[in-house]
């Protein structure tokens, strides 16, 4: 890195100094908690930064040197388990998405099996008139062939 008082950006046309900068810490194992001066329009996966740069603190004192893998190690492994709850959570999504479709779909069975069920009510009910109408009618005629003679009943045999 370089160290400058002022620095103009040719990328994004921005001129940087110590009145136009922001103060950020480093988490570099080498430069562990150093705090430095850097470009005001700097971020991560951004080309609109210019090259400036001051320190502003010393070295980073041996006990920070050896603080830091330690840091390091912790926060790529919060990383690691945050990507890992990342990826469980996308899962679970993905299975409520599908439970929800399973459900609709056997709603929508549901649905129909309740109309079938209906349908086969109604003929079970007309099929049952039509039986008692037939018992009445056939009660009639009994009723009637007895009344009036037996010359009817040869009238409604079968062949
Ligand atoms: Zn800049």
Redesign the pocket.
Known sequence: MSSATS?E?TT?G???DMDR?VERTSLSIRNFGRRFYG????SPNSDQ??K?FKWLDKNTCPRGRATAPLVHERFTRYKDEAATARNERDEARAMGAEAQEWERIAKCKAGKTKIALRIAEDKVYKYRLALLLSWIVVRVYFVFSTVFGGHGHRLLCLP
Do not use: N, R, V
């Open positions: 620095y950006s994004s921005h001129m940087c900068c470009c005001q329009h700097w930064a210019c400036f």
